[in-house]
């Protein structure tokens, strides 16, 4: 009983002895408001502490109260180092832009621009005419439009060549990309009337020839094709290309996904090619460009001029306008284009997919002899990376990796721990150990990585 009530004493003497709110935020160097927040949470949480019996391991409350205030002023949205291996990672944004690109964002957010502003005229002008002619001559189509994002530029198209049509999809092709975004719920919105034809496995010519030949009088179509971004169908499969779609008479819709704009680069041989389904005569080519483009967040539409007029006049196309930070990437990623061997030196996409296994070899030595020499060690063997973002799903890019032995925290705990570091890395777990892949990595990256796992070791 008396031990009893020393504890209950001393439990009232430290609850007594927490300073007040006012007290500890006028010790803190912030706004008011701020102060007030870090120092309630700071005391509810001593307090609570205290209730549970864990008297004061010792710790300064003025401490906790600024490390509360660091956390509510430090940024959400952050850098972080992808050691996942995942190139398009859509949880870590995508695509990283290339040096042109930022640098062009940068200007472009610092002033003013000519973002609608014919600079010969002095007139108004249109925020596509920095990117329509680089499209024009990087895909062969006689027009394009850029907007917000890929999903955008489905809807729209489908919305400005479809709405109150039927609009004739492959069952194999009715997909669903990722998030909300299934394209049978896309044609749905776009006011376009869903005709499915085929199977999940095989579609053929005459499918889509009986759709069309059902058509009532004075009825029009339009066909839609997707692009298989984020699986593929094995065995008896069949699917009509699209030079024999195009064929048919009806104006065609390409979804592509991420699509591709550099032909002759091998890993890429799996992506659709947007200048191909051009010159096969689609109506609208649909692509995004933080995927395998290796650019912002954006969607592009290319194709026959009067179809890209029609998208260009649909009420949509304000709603899903791109911003002037997304276009200035958009147009110096496109720039870099024009020179292959400098698209694909400079976009980091690009570079990662075609890094040699010489370049990763030396990128995992380096790190695995950085983590020894902090005492920690760690052994570098062949992995497969992906591509990630729903693209090229079935691509493994094999590489080395630095494997990391989590001993008793496990991996999930470590993974854990990296990712809650400064700057915060993402790893992969594979069989019980953390890998650490140097393809979507820096040299920087990996100097951030090594000393996050030291940190997290500690
Ligand atoms: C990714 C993708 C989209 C959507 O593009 P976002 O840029 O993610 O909006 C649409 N269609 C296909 C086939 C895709 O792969």
């Known amino acids: 009983m008396g031990g009893r009530d020393a504890t209950a004493d001393g439990l009232s003497a ?4 927490l300073p007040s709110v006012e007290r500890l935020a006028a010790a803190l160097d912030a706004p008011h408001a701020l102060a007030v927040a870090a120092a309630r949470a700071a005391i509810e949480e001593r307090r609570a502490a205290l209730r549970h019996g864990q ?37 870590l944004g995508r695509a990283p832009l290339a040096a042109a690109a930022r640098e062009a964002v940068a200007a472009a957010a610092e002033g003013y621009s000519n973002l ?41 198209a489908a919305a400005a060549l479809a709405a109150g049509r039927g609009l004739v999809v492959s ?41 069309l030949a059902a058509l009532a009088p004075g009825e029009q179509r339009v066909i839609l094709r997707v692009h298989a971004s984020n699986f593929r169908t094995l065995g008896f499969t069949e699917e009509v290309a699209i030079e024999e779609l195009c064929a048919l008479g009806v104006p065609v819709i390409d979804d592509v996904g991420s699509g ?101 070899a030396g990128r995992a030595e380096r790190l695995r002899g950085g983590l020894a020499e902090a005492g920690v060690a760690s052994e570098v063997h062949e992995a497969v990376a992906r591509v990630g973002g729903g693209a090229l799903p079935l691509l493994e890019l094999r590489g080395p990796a630095v494997a990391l032995d989590p001993a008793a925290m496990g991996a999930e705990e470590l993974a854990r721990r990296l990712r809650l570091g400064d700057p915060p890395v993402v790893a992969r777990i594979e069989r019980g150990r953390v890998l650490l892949d140097p393809r979507t990595m820096t040299d920087d990256d990996a100097e951030g990585a090594r000393a996050g796992v030291v940190a997290a070791l500690r």
């Open 55 to 91: 008297a004061g391991d010792g710790s300064d409350i003025a401490e906790l109260a600024r490390g509360k205030l660091a956390a509510a002023q430090a940024p959400s949205l952050r850098r972080v180092i992808n050691a996942a291996g995942v190139i398009v990672h859509t949880n």
């Open 14 to 17: 430290a609850l007594r002895a």
């Open 171 to 211: 069952r194999g092709q009715l997909v669903e990309i990722g998030g909300a975004f299934r394209i049978p719920d896309v044609v749905g919105q776009s006011g376009a009337r869903l005709v499915e034809v085929g199977t999940t496995n095989r579609t053929r010519r005459s499918d889509y020839e009986r759709a």
């Open 116 to 156: 609608e502003l014919d600079l010969a005229s002095g007139e108004r002008g249109s925020r596509q005419a920095h990117v329509e002619e680089l499209l024009r001559e990087l895909t062969g189509a006689q027009a394009a439009l850029v907007v917000n994002n890929g999903a955008g530029a489905v809807l729209l």
């Open 260 to 360: 591709r704009l550099d032909d002759d680069l091998a890993a890429l041989a799996d992506e659709p090619s947007v200048r191909r389904s051009v010159a096969a005569g689609a109506a609208l080519v649909c692509f995004s460009g933080d995927k395998l483009l290796g650019g912002p967040q954006a969607g592009l539409l290319v194709g026959r001029a009067e179809s890209v007029a029609r998208a260009r006049a649909h009420p949509l196309a304000r709603a899903l306008r791109i911003d002037k930070l997304s276009l200035a990437a958009l147009e110096a990623t496109l720039r870099l284009y024009r020179d292959p061997a400098r698209a694909r030196r400079e976009l980091p996409v690009l570079a990662m997919l075609d890094a040699t296994g010489e370049e990763l």
